[in-house]
């Protein structure tokens, strides 16, 4: 069983219609209970990583959330749900985030554009099961105007380049997170979820 | 590297396509969800749904529209017409937008791009300008927006009817600041014409804004696309006639970019 997490990110429909449409099911939920007893987790997330914060802490998800990665659930932090992992972020001047993998969330550099929207290429760094079948430097959709610099780089499995090269996907153990949008990536995102569920053992 | 977006505009009135009549592929041309799939087969980067139905009680059809097309489509989709309020806003996303266009409601109340880019993220935010070349040296309108003799586009809103007195360019800049995350910029004078985009008007908006700017009106050849994007610096084209007429397919599109340099998703 697949647990969603609900806290309001906009893009928690997407990521449950793509979830359903590959024929999995899944309970969409914001029960602090429920996400503690999930065999799965996907966290959704887009647009402020300082409200997603506080909306998880004032749900009492925090806790439930920061354990199941811990115990070594399978886990999928997808855009914010990825970069809520990490120690620190430097959006709105400065937040503690979970601190679940080391690391500083840094804001894209002004020589480009931000946000940073569109379809941009995956470099997959390491074999991992998340990429069977996806060609390397795939096109994946973004958009974000911040990003994860993990202190340990043996965490990135895939970087993208935009102003600056960035982990784009980060692994460890059953744990995986995404800056892209997998929902929103075409025939390739809904394969790497696919290909997720599969390496989380999801019939 | 980042990828110049190819955006096909869906214009949806009670639930159906308008424009979109000349595909021999579809049984259903006219059907919203069919056209969104085709385009995405197709290659289409992202969609845009304009919701031009005339009376404001028969938009919750566009919610529907929306979420059926959600339910089978896996691309980003923006939809715009209408939208006055934080709320409306919401409703269009929870069925399954992924941004929102906004361009009369945010002349009227600016504070608006304020209030949806705190409440869903400035990235769900599209600030859509219906811009008009100004003739000579018109000074019209209030405030730190208004027409002054160098000013050289005007905002419309209301479906182009209404002139408002508020330069383009000014206004492009007020609306990022305000936390708009994307510009979709229609030329009035071109749109329809199909004989290229405005790209003095894009190159003006996207060298003073640091988000990313949809050229918009005007397409009518492959040039034109690559125009936008070199000339006009433009990030996405939108366009409408060309793909819906089946003049060119997405596909043909981007290939005719690439083949000239331009990065695009193939």
Redesign the interface.
């Known amino acids: 069983m697949i647990t969603i997490v609900d806290y309001g990110a ?2 928690l ?2 990521v449950a ?2 979830i359903s ?1 590959l024929g999995y099911s899944a309970t969409v939920t914001s029960s602090p209970k429920e996400v503690a007893a999930a065999k799965v987790i996907v966290l959704p997330g ?3 990583a300082g409200d997603t914060m506080s909306r998880l802490g004032s749900l009492g998800l925090i806790a439930p959330l920061v354990k199941a990665v811990r115990e070594g659930k399978p886990f999928l932090g997808v855009c914010l749900g990825l970069q809520i992992l990490f120690t620190s972020s430097e959006e709105s001047g400065g937040l503690d985030c979970l601190n679940v993998l080391p690391g500083q969330v840094r804001r894209l550099p ?1 020589s480009v ?9 995956v470099r997959q760094k390491a074999p991992h099961d998340v990429f069977k079948g996806i060609p390397d430097e795939a ?1 994946f ?5 911040y990003y994860a610099d993990p202190d340990d780089r043996s965490l990135v499995v895939g970087e993208t ?2 102003g600056v090269r960035f982990a784009s996907a980060v692994a460890r153990g059953n744990l995986v997170a995404t800056q892209f949008h997998p ?4 025939d390739w ?2 394969m790497f979820y696919r290909n997720f569920f599969r390496f989380a053992g999801v019939r | ?5 190819i955006i096909p505009c869906l214009d949806v009135t009670g639930g159906r396509v308008v424009k979109g009549v000349s595909f021999v592929k579809l049984r259903d041309a006219g059907d919203p969800v069919e056209m969104a799939s085709f385009y ?1 087969r197709e290659g289409a ?1 992202e969609l845009v749904f304009l919701d031009i139905t005339a009376s404001s009680d028969k938009r919750n059809i566009m919610v529907e529209v929306v979420e059926k097309v ?3 489509v ?3 989709l923006t939809v715009g017409g209408g939208l006055r309020t934080v709320d409306d806003m919401r409703n269009i ?4 937008a ?1 941004k929102v266009a906004i361009n009369t409601a945010a002349v009227l109340n600016p504070a608006l791009i304020e209030e949806g880019a ?1 409440r ?5 935010i599209v600030l859509a300008v219906d811009a008009r070349r100004v003739e000579g040296k018109a000074k019209r309108g209030k405030g730190k927006l208004a027409l002054t003799g160098g000013s050289r586009w005007e905002v419309h809103t209301y479906g182009g009817r209404q002139p408002t007195g508020v330069d383009a360019v000014k206004w492009a800049v007020e609306a990022v600041r305000l936390g708009a ?2 510009i979709l910029l229609t030329s009035m004078d071109a749109d329809g014409h199909q004989t290229g985009y405005d790209l003095e008007l894009n190159r003006a908006v996207s060298r003073v804004v ?3 700017v949809i050229a918009s009106g005007g397409a009518g050849s492959l040039a034109h696309l690559y125009d936008a994007l070199v000339t006009g610096e433009a ?2 084209v939108l366009a409408a006639s060309i793909f819906h007429y089946g003049t060119y397919s997405i596909r043909q599109a981007k290939v005719y970019l690439a083949e000239r340099g331009i990065p695009v ?1 193939l």
């Open positions: 906009s893009n429909s997407s219609k793509a449409h887009v647009g402020a002004s554009k931000v946000p940073h929207i569109g379809w941009n290429q096109h959709y973004f958009v974000h105007s380049e935009y929902e929103k990536s075409g995102g809904l | 590297m980042l990828t110049k977006r995405d980067d959600s339910r089978q896996f691309i980003p996303l929870n069925a399954g992924d705190a869903f993220g400035s990235q769900c995350g994307e640091g988000v990313p990030d996405a998703r």
